[in-house]
């Protein structure tokens, strides 16, 4: 099946046109390693059984503010001063179900969007998004170290895990919140299938060798992901490469995150610890704070990851 050299072309200059972090530059073999082992063991589940609890607004503002005190007492007093501000957005479902952390330096302004689905992920959702601006410290910090840049995703990931714990300790919803555990599964995943597929041709682009149907060639011999996937489908993938921002397949945050809050969790990661990786991810540097994670092979998050999402129906 040959492969377009416009096609090559196209792949090859978008990487002029996005920015590539010092970490990405320096870590991109490590990290499709990591992910490699991780899309070896796990698949998502694509069809997952609907959630069965209800949670209005009340419920989700009354249990992230429990939820909060449980972690430190003290989110839960920012949390009580955010709501009161005005600080917290729920979006009106079916209108508008997507969810971010918004910051505006220049007047010193934040919000924190969550969904209005009335179902448990309501609740997580808060959880992740309101962790993002614990870490940051946003307006006393306004510049995000290379920390916050790489590992904020992990620990708003954890939020969540940590947040089911919650629910589960309080027997809260318990139907669903293995189903919801499998959400953040899959609303991560695409992001490593996409990083596996650019990561080699990240490689190429760095070394300042040319992209060429040799190369490819190349790829699918000796790239464990490109050898498993065939020509066929990488020339399909290389095709949708063509179409998509590179920004998205490149963000390698959301599925390392997963990863490691997936392997934290499963260590039973304390309250306390989780507290003091949140108090000091936006004043120091990757390097310094690495140091305070678990040293793990690639295989051994794989593992971790394995056993946190095992899917499993739940027993009545």
């Not at 709501?83 to 302004?109: T, V």
């Not at 995943?189 to 060639?217: G, H, R």
């Amino acid at each position: 099946m040959e492969i377009k050299a416009e096609v090559l072309d196209t792949i090859y200059k978008k990487f002029e046109e996005v920015p590539i972090s010092p970490y990405l530059k320096e870590r991109h073999n490590e990290l499709f390693t990591i992910f490699y082992e991780t899309a070896k063991v796990l698949k998502p589940i694509e069809i997952l059984p609907p959630f069965q609890y209800n949670f209005s607004k009340e419920d989700v503002l009354f249990l992230e503010e429990e939820f909060l005190r449980s972690i430190n007492p003290n989110y839960s007093k920012h949390f009580i001063k955010d709501y009161a501000k005005g600080n917290l957005c729920q979006y009106a479902f079916p209108y508008d179900n997507s969810y971010c952390y918004i910051k505006k330096p220049s007047i010193n302004k934040y919000a924190i969007y969550y969904p209005n689905t009335q179902t448990i992920q309501d609740l997580t959702i808060l959880s992740h998004e309101y962790t993002h601006h614990l870490t940051g410290k946003f307006p006393t910090l306004q510049k995000e170290t290379s920390a916050y840049t790489t590992y904020c995703e992990m620990l708003s990931i954890l939020a969540e895990l940590k947040c089911l714990d919650f629910l589960s300790e309080n027997g809260i919803a318990k139907e669903d919140l293995n189903i919801y555990k499998h959400h953040i599964n899959k609303r991560h995943y695409n992001n490593i299938s996409a990083f596996l597929t650019i990561q080699p041709l990240l490689e190429v682009y760095l070394a300042k060798e040319d992209l060429t149907e040799k190369k490819i060639d190349e790829l699918l011999n000796r790239n464990p992901f490109y050898n498993n996937a065939g020509k066929e489908n990488i020339v399909y993938n290389l095709q949708v490469l063509t179409k998509v921002p590179y920004q998205k397949c490149l963000y390698y945050q959301y599925p390392l995150g997963m990863i490691i809050a997936a392997s934290l969790h499963q260590e039973k990661y304390s309250n306390e610890k989780f507290t003091d990786l949140i108090e000091i991810m936006n004043t120091i540097e990757v390097e310094e704070f690495e140091k305070r994670l678990p040293q793990k092979s690639a295989i051994e998050y794989a593992r971790d990851m394995a056993n946190e999402f095992n899917y499993q129906k739940t027993k009545k």
